[in-house]
């Protein structure tokens, strides 16, 4: 019998490849998806399906809130994370909360299907094992000078600081965050420090900007 399942991210072309995957797989019935948290619950009450998909982060709820709101609403619906976030934080917290498995977003498509159906059997609660850091750097398209200098950004160092460690100039060091931020998908060294964080190229007590 089919996997009935809901995909949630508030990402449109992440919720259509993961259908296109799910679907070819030939064992899982995409019964709906949604990219906005309010929609979530209604959505699993009018689908009834067996397992949810759900980003950790959405506009307006985070992805630890929500799956207590599913567990609440909606216990017998099997939760599955679908993350970037690999630190042992996120997974611990996404578990602690009711998830019946986590996997990264990292995972192949081919291997998509399999990590999901262990999740759901109760199997594999951590469905995939967590890339190292550098994977993470080139799966966002940094390269070498980016990423020493998001890392110097979680140290604290400002652009002059920054410019005087690596002989260039502030205009030099502008234009890369220009770039780290786009590829980031991140607005401000704030929210760089968080990606740092997560993925292990920052030391969160030596981090205090968050």
Known sequence: MAIRIVIVDDHPLI???????????????????????AE?????????????????????LDGIALIERVRVRHPQV????????????????????GADGYILKTIGDADLPAAIRAAVEGTAFFAVSAPGPGEFARAAGLTERELTIVKAVARGLPNQGIAKELWVTEQTVKFHLTNIYRKLGVANRTEATRWALAHGFADAQAVDTI
Do not use: W
Request: charge should be negative; aromatic fraction near 4%.
């Open 15 to 37: 919720v259509a490849a993961v259908r296109d995957v799910l679907e070819q797989a030939g064992d899982f019935d995409v019964v709906g998806t949604c990219c906005e948290a």
């Open 40 to 60: 979530i619950v209604p959505l699993l009450t009018r689908t009834s399906p067996d397992v949810v998909l759900l980003d950790m982060r959405m506009s307006g």
């Open 78 to 97: 099997k939760v599955v994370v679908l993350s970037a976030y690999a630190s042992p934080e996120h997974v611990q917290a996404a578990l602690a909360r």
